[in-house]
């Protein structure tokens, strides 16, 4: 077994879930929206949807509409969807590409890929504009593993010292170099705490997914991240040599087997908004993005080894197929645990010893909120 | 005339309906769900839907999902549709029947139909874990004349006392003994309040019901409740034998025709939640659930003599018929004065003297809210 | 050039738009509601509408259901569309005729044209119910140039007074002699000033309307109307003989063509609601409904000459086609306004030379909100 990992998690005993309020408050997912989603680094996707100059796509964070582009410089930049003019939205079209420059449909106020203010019909007419204040607004930026993180904070933490326990975690598989193949948007009712905390557990897999649970012994998880804001481990696939419809690998693999990842299927959770799932030969994440207590906008990408796509044998919606299904079999449960949370006969429950990963989450969940 | 029956009573010059905010104010409206819904016992159906051991139907009562089923031993059991576990809702079919325990999808935590935890993967494990303390929430719940009350409240009147005008009043149509036909789910843009005040007269039958208008002579109620939160009297059928849409019965009678109840529609409206309308072949009562100021969810059920249902001339439609398109007549002009009374200019006005019963509903709620 | 006309605004160096709390905060909305269009005279429609005795339409003003209709003596009155009795709303069919009186569907009680309560099932009976107490609640109206306009204050200013500047402006297209052709309902997803402020622009005309743009220079825009709560003036049109779909009359004139109407469209703004759009041949108008911070019903309707319509070269569609295709690229773009300025990263910006009436309409805007 890699070095990498070890069983460290402790079940302690006792452990409740968390009180209704933080599913179902509108003051509490205010709170938490302020002080865990816009003063963290929040993933909007992976840098190969802009692989060349001037491609774009449309983030919706905290309700903020962003432009996320690569420039000219091959640079990855974000800005608030926002003209400096009369503050109209510039960009409908969900992606897409420009041609050199970004124009606002309603006055032809024209911005370069850089931001820049280059055009604005009879502005020159006006003593005192001064071109160089109306740029687009600016959004901070990090790129990791070929993630992107934006953050709204107008003080945020570095990105590597928040992310220092997980820098060169992900290097075996070659994150940066791979390629989005699909993208799914989901639309689910309910809070994103529970799909953090179905993430975090397969003591539902036998319930829940039968398909799944032919491929893996769901006790076997071995977590190596147990506190704090990342949390996770990796489980052995037994039943086959990956997580497909087929079990067959239905792409090259992500990066050398023989370093621990062959047969293995990853789990991560990375505070606020990142869930990723990496196999042998695909990884798939999740961004989520709530919009109220108890509803989440969940974004799912599948990516794989940028060489396979042009191979006879890449068979990338047998990866796909499988997690979609799984994943709105997750997505049920979770809308079923919003449902419940509401009543007033809900008292915090005991975690599992199963569970010991989401206990950690509510630990670190409620050092940030109290 | 039966003895029953007085007409006593007197309308008092001058009643007024009631001001604006109790159609309309959400304060108003939360005000009266704690106090007249959560204190009262609320009627859920008839006992002839859960006819067998395992048997079960959800009711949603003040937003809380119930779980209402036989048990083994033959009684009728309630319970929040709450997971102890984390707090997951379990059921979610509206009715059903339960193989001998009831299983949450999530974890496959499991309860008898007596509520007791009887199953719960890997938590044998955990030291200090008292099965026994994790029972389903039980709902209390009362059975009078085959319908099912049940009560939010901690410390609610006992059944007997708060319905002791009424307890022996149904006996001639052996209630408990019939057997539902028909269920109807209406969602209707008024305050429950119009919906109970429509019932309790028929000053609007000739404009609005022109096809139940042949059947009775509207000026004819005798009104044997006049005070009070349970309200009502009968009108005389002159125009066929029973309210159908050929006038002629459909069924076999309740009870003894000879007691009473030939030729007459019996309609009394109970506080909080309960509308009875009882003919010589049948029975159709509303359940009235608010869900906002303005909008009420409203289950209306068909009961007719158990031994009639195999009989050849069973024609069971001619009630439903009549009704439910009486019923659409009704609710739309509630949704009229729903719309109405949101005006500014609104103002309380007089009750006509076929509208006493509406005084006398307003009276009993304001003494309870005020 | 007629004497009406002069070109008298001048753009004030750095005039800025509005802050976002003006387009998007609830407690703003109320309060422009009540300071705005509750003191004002709201325009809800032609006379044109209700061209003969017992003919109505309903207008929705502020939340309000109005009754238009024209009485007896052929007087355009309104009402509120309320029962005496219980308060409930009486018409439901958006126009229509009333036979010589107006009944409530619910207990019948019935109106004169004049809101004299002329019917009410057994109140006769009672003692003490004056009749004369329980009209129909009118509501204050006045007829200008065939608009009909009512105010739902209890002390309005004096028509006269407010609409002053305006009284005898519209006396050379018999405005008051026209007739309604066509009416559209558009349903925007914008704040009614982003309407407003568009209307009083042709700055973006090069870039949103392509086809209207080939009829005007939108830099030639003469204003007459250039401070205050009435604003705009007029463009010549030197692509056609007017704005329609093929460049020609579409109708006869709306008057003498030598009086300065000849191939001129004239566009003004009157606070609260009213947008007038006059060509050679043809007015249309939009009035505007607020239903909330973020949302405006606009109604709009095309007017002709009366006489044109038996004509054989009357073809109204070919201005309501053109019309129907400019509002909504207009709407459009007011609603990507909306979008924009409930970001965060949202300032004020700069005016262009090209937007004095907006500054215009700001300034007078807050001298009533401030």
Same mark, same amino acid.
């Given at each position: 077994?890699?070095?990498?990992?070890?069983?460290?998690?402790?079940?302690?005993?006792?452990?409740?879930?968390?009180?209704?309020?933080?599913?179902?408050?509108?003051?509490?997912?205010?709170?938490?929206?302020?002080?865990?989603?816009?003063?963290?680094?929040?993933?909007?996707?992976?840098?190969?949807?802009?692989?060349?100059?001037?491609?774009?796509?449309?983030?919706?964070?905290?309700?903020?509409?962003?432009?996320?582009?690569?420039?000219?410089?091959?640079?990855?930049?974000?800005?608030?969807?926002?003209?400096?003019?009369?503050?109209?939205?510039?960009?409908?079209?969900?992606?897409?590409?420009?041609?050199?420059?970004?124009?606002?449909?309603?006055?032809?106020?024209?911005?370069?890929?850089?931001?820049?203010?280059?055009?604005?019909?009879?502005?020159?007419?006006?003593?005192?504009?001064?071109?160089?204040?109306?740029?687009?607004?600016?959004?901070?930026?990090?790129?990791?593993?070929?993630?992107?993180?934006?953050?709204?904070?107008?003080?945020?933490?570095?990105?590597?010292?928040?992310?220092?326990?997980?820098?060169?975690?992900?290097?075996?598989?070659?994150?940066?170099?791979?390629?989005?193949?699909?993208?799914?948007?989901?639309?689910?009712?309910?809070?994103?705490?529970?799909? !953090?905390?179905?993430?975090?557990?397969?003591?539902?897999?036998?319930?829940?997914?039968?398909?799944?649970?032919?491929?893996?012994?769901?006790?076997?998880?071995?977590?190596?991240?147990?506190?704090?804001?990342?949390?996770?481990?990796?489980?052995?696939?037994?039943?086959?040599?990956?997580?497909?419809?087929?079990?067959?690998?239905?792409?090259?693999?992500?990066?050398?087997?023989?370093?621990?990842?062959?047969?293995?299927? !990853?789990?991560?959770?990375?505070?606020?908004?990142?869930?990723?799932?990496?196999?042998?030969?695909?990884?798939?994440?999740?961004?989520?993005?709530?919009?109220?207590?108890?509803?989440?906008?969940?974004?799912?990408?599948?990516?794989?080894?940028? *060489?396979?796509?042009?191979?006879?044998?890449?068979?990338?919606?047998?990866?796909?197929?499988?997690?979609?299904?799984?994943?709105?079999?997750?997505?049920?449960?979770?809308?079923?645990?919003?449902?419940?949370?509401?009543?007033?006969?809900?008292?915090?429950?005991?975690?599992?010893?199963? *569970?010991?990963?989401?206990?950690?989450?509510?630990?670190?969940?409620?050092?940030?909120?109290?």
């Amino acid at each position: 077994m890699s070095t990498y990992f070890k069983t460290a998690d402790t079940y302690v005993t006792g452990s409740m879930t968390l009180p209704q309020k933080y599913y179902t408050s509108q003051d509490v997912f205010a709170d938490e929206m302020n002080r865990i989603y816009k003063n963290s680094w929040v993933c909007v996707g992976h840098h190969s949807r802009v692989a060349g100059a001037g491609e774009y796509f449309l983030a919706d964070v905290l309700g903020e509409s962003l432009i996320i582009l690569r420039d000219k410089q091959n640079q990855v930049r974000a800005y608030y969807n926002v003209c400096r003019h009369r503050g109209t939205r510039i960009c409908e079209e969900s992606e897409g590409r420009f041609s050199g420059s970004i124009q606002c449909s309603y006055h032809a106020w024209t911005y370069g890929l850089d931001g820049t203010l280059i055009g604005a019909p009879f502005m020159k007419e006006l003593d005192g504009f001064r071109w160089e204040d109306f740029p687009l607004n600016p959004v901070r930026l990090h790129l990791w593993e070929g993630f992107i993180f934006v953050s709204l904070s107008q003080t945020p933490q570095p990105f590597e010292q928040a992310y220092a326990p997980l820098l060169n975690r992900l290097q075996r598989w070659n994150v940066g170099g791979l390629r989005v193949h699909t993208r799914h948007v989901y639309d689910a009712a309910t809070n994103w705490k529970y799909v !953090f905390q179905n993430f975090n557990e397969c003591y539902h897999c036998p319930t829940i997914h039968p398909m799944l649970n032919k491929f893996t012994n769901y006790t076997s998880a071995e977590n190596d991240l147990v506190e704090g804001p990342f949390l996770g481990g990796y489980m052995n696939i037994t039943g086959g040599d990956s997580m497909t419809m087929t079990g067959r690998m239905c792409a090259l693999p992500l990066g050398d087997l023989s370093t621990g990842i062959e047969k293995r299927g !990853f789990y991560y959770t990375l505070l606020p908004n990142l869930l990723l799932n990496i196999h042998p030969d695909y990884l798939m994440f999740h961004m989520l993005f709530p919009t109220a207590p108890g509803r989440t906008t969940i974004v799912s990408e599948w990516l794989f080894n940028a *060489e396979a796509f042009d191979k006879p044998d890449f068979r990338p919606q047998e990866a796909v197929d499988f997690w979609h299904i799984t994943n709105l079999q997750d997505w049920h449960v979770c809308e079923l645990a919003q449902l419940g949370v509401t009543s007033q006969a809900y008292t915090p429950g005991w975690y599992s010893p199963r *569970e010991s990963l989401l206990a950690a989450f509510d630990r670190e969940y409620l050092r940030i909120m109290e």
